[in-house]
């Protein structure tokens, strides 16, 4: 496929032109240690920290920090450093479902109800270093319920509404939290989620102490003496004081639950210093905030983007921040754009399955709105296509926003490889360059570093702030996971190709990873979900490509003796998978098959069921491994 070239727009007037970007960069090479430090400055500390990084990926030396000796609070950092000038600036813009159903905060808002929501849980006996899970809507008191977290030191977990009861209790065990801060219900694209009931349901298994609800829709709700606060009834009560525990810059910031190639989903630990200075910069960098921008990132809180790009980055930056409770297609298609003009938003960041679905209902609703007020665009959470790219670019942004696809996940903290809006040409399909300090590098099957255009498994050969600095209650997993493939350097997971302009094309994950609709989710948790049900012997769960959602889950099942498949108990199986882990992992597609593809030593040879999923017919390259090679014939047949 032929790559086209867009350059920056002519009158994108960028902090950061092109100069300044080569000026960042030499400065990131020629003194790491005062380039980071330069950037801590960006935060209030308590006390500035003497060094920046110090780190090691080796087994025999493995450690990383950053800003060791630093100390600072990030509530302080996100709210009370900005109120004597800007304390009556609209710092959260709650955009509800129903469209002009929402309402703003001011800083000074923002700060009081998160001194109260901290004050609260400190009444409660949460201390410095406790866990409490956040399992809300995309409402203002969510944002506020994470700095309270930040403020008092508590660890927050935030689990996105959308997974299970079972997912939720999972969490909760693994962290062991002591309190858990909901809402009643939430409400997305017309219909109620009830957020309660599931806590209580998940709460089944394992109590905590202490659960906050906030009132979204009002509806009646179970409430349980001497655990169950209704927030309503006590916010009057509380201060709207609260004194901000200093924290040093590596104790933990929050944990977020990701998936991984194997096992569980995995608590992603972030500390505070280096997170803090990672999505401050990250932030100002990437979307060229000014003053008196509106910014609308898409994202839920309940994912990394959501953490980095929707509260702490913006906020630290003293942005105005759109928290979107609703979808892309709800009254109507339009709907994005509808609430862009409304709210004047400059820089909108969304995911590349939302563009794709948009795409599909043609130029109309977009047209429809004006959009002038937007001057950039950003995507994140998987590849791009061109085409789609193309169509954001030209009919959404009018061709004048530059498109900045962002690369990075939840383990990096925020953005590693952008295009700098007013300094990089963009190549649609492309996340471009590593931002200043960052170095990729690709290394092949062998273990072979690669120079130059080439493809290969991408690795991160050194650390940056933002890095996550264990598996909660699992160091050795972290290492494990993420350092042991390749001696001496962080492996991502993806696949990613350099050409010979040295661009970055992600082109995937490598691994067990499935991205389906930019939500990690991972076969084996699916696979455990599915082997739960009674008739069913095994499962295998692979990922094959899809228009909107890039990739959608296919599971092949085999069942027990005497077990017959059809619709029914394909039914029966996605409704175990949406009650195990929630509606985002529900397989798209489910084949019942007498037989997987193994080899002589029992491995499932998951490379042929991708491609059978794909719709290939033959390609499946060497079969003589296999302890049966008449299955393949088997699945071609039975291909769903
Ligand atoms: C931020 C986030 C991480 C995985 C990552 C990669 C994919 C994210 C991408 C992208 C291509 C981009 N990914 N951004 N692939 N281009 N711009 O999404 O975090 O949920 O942890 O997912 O998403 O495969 O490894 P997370």
């Known amino acids: 496929m032929s790559e086209s070239v867009h350059p920056v727009p002519e009158d994108f007037n960028a902090r950061i032109g092109a100069r300044e970007l080569d000026e960042l960069n030499d400065l990131a090479n020629a003194d790491p240690d005062r380039f980071w430090l330069d950037q801590a400055r960006r935060l209030t500390w308590n006390k500035f920290p003497t ?10 030396d493995f450690h990383i920090q950053w800003f060791a000796d630093g100390e600072l609070n990030l509530s302080v950092n996100c709210l009370d450093r900005h109120l004597a000038e800007h304390g009556d600036r609209t710092a959260l813009i709650f955009e509800a479902d129903e469209p002009g159903e929402g309402h703003r905060w001011t800083y000074r808002q923002l700060y009081e109800e998160t001194c109260r929501f901290a004050n609260l849980l400190k009444s409660r006996g949460v201390a410095k270093g406790d866990r409490v899970m956040i399992y809300m809507p995309m ?42 801060i909901t809402a009643d219900e939430g409400v997305r694209g017309g219909k109620k989620i009830p957020l309660k009931r599931n806590v209580d349901t998940a709460l089944e298994t394992r109590d905590v102490p202490t659960v906050i609800v906030v009132a979204r829709t009002g509806a009646e709700v179970a409430m349980k003496d001497g655990r169950d606060i209704r927030y309503a009834d006590v916010r009057e009560g509380l201060s709207t004081e609260c004194n901000p525990e200093i924290m040093r810059a590596e104790d933990p910031l929050f944990i977020l639950y990701t998936s991984g190639s194997t096992g569980k989903p995995k608590g992603v630990v972030h500390t505070t210093g280096g997170y803090a200075t990672w999505a401050a910069t990250t932030f100002d960098w990437i979307f060229d905030y000014r003053l008196d921008d509106i910014f609308w990132c898409t994202a839920d809180i309940g994912w990394i983007t959501g953490h980095s790009y929707v509260v702490y980055g913006p906020l630290a930056n003293r942005a105005t921040s759109v928290m979107f ?31 794709r679905a948009l ?34 670019w030209r009919v959404v942004g009018d061709g004048r926003c530059p ?30 360059k590593p931002l ?29 702030p933002g890095q996550m600095r264990t598996v909660w209650n699992d160091h050795f997993r972290f290492f494990e996971t993420y350092f042991k493939t390749y001696s001496g350097l962080y492996f991502t997971g993806d696949g990613c190709r350099r050409d010979e302009d040295g661009y970055y094309w992600i082109t995937g994950r490598v691994d067990d990873v499935i991205n389906v609709s930019g939500h990690r989710i991972g076969t084996a948790e699916v696979e455990s979900s599915l082997v739960s049900h009674p008739k069913v012997a095994e499962a295998a769960v692979v990922g094959f490509p899809h228009d909107i959602k890039g990739q959608a889950i296919y599971a092949y099942v085999t069942l027990n003796a005497g077990e017959e498949g059809g619709d029914e108990l394909r039914k029966e199986l996605v409704q175990e998978v949406r009650h195990d882990i929630g509606a985002l992992a529900a397989p798209e597609k489910i084949h019942f098959t007498l037989a997987l593809p193994k080899t002589r030593s029992g491995k499932i040879m998951r490379r042929i069921l991708r491609k059978i999923a794909e719709g290939a017919t033959d390609g499946f390259g060497d079969t003589s491994t296999l302890a049966d090679p008449s299955v393949v014939e088997a699945l071609l047949a039975g291909r769903q």
């Open 51 to 60: 060094k920046a990084g110090d780190w090691s990926f080796k087994e025999d």
């Open 139 to 180: 409402i203002p008191e969510a944002a506020a319920a994470m700095l309270a977290c930040a403020r008092i030191g508590a660890i927050h977990s935030v689990v996105f509404g959308g997974f299970s009861p079972d997912s939720l209790a999972g969490r909760i065990a693994d962290c062991d939290a002591c309190a858990v």
């Open 325 to 355: 409770d609703g979808v892309p297609n709800y009254p109507d298609f339009g709907r994005f754009w509808e609430t862009v003009d409304r709210l004047g938003v400059t820089i909108f960041y969304t995911a590349p399955t939302a563009i």
């Open 359 to 392: 795409m599909r209902e043609g130029d109309e609703p977009v047209k429809r709105h004006s959009r002038k007020s937007i001057r950039l665009l950003g995507t994140v959470g998987e590849p791009i296509n061109p085409e789609a790219w193309e169509w954001y």
């Open 403 to 432: 498109v900045v696809d962002t690369w990075w996940q939840t383990e990096t903290g925020g953005i590693l490889i952008s295009p700098f809006p007013g300094a990089t040409e963009m190549k649609p399909g492309s996340a471009t």
């Open 436 to 464: 200043p300090g960052i170095h990729p590098l690709l290394v092949d099957a062998a273990h072979r570093v690669l120079e130059g255009p080439a493809s290969g498994n991408l690795c991160l050969s050194g650390s940056w």
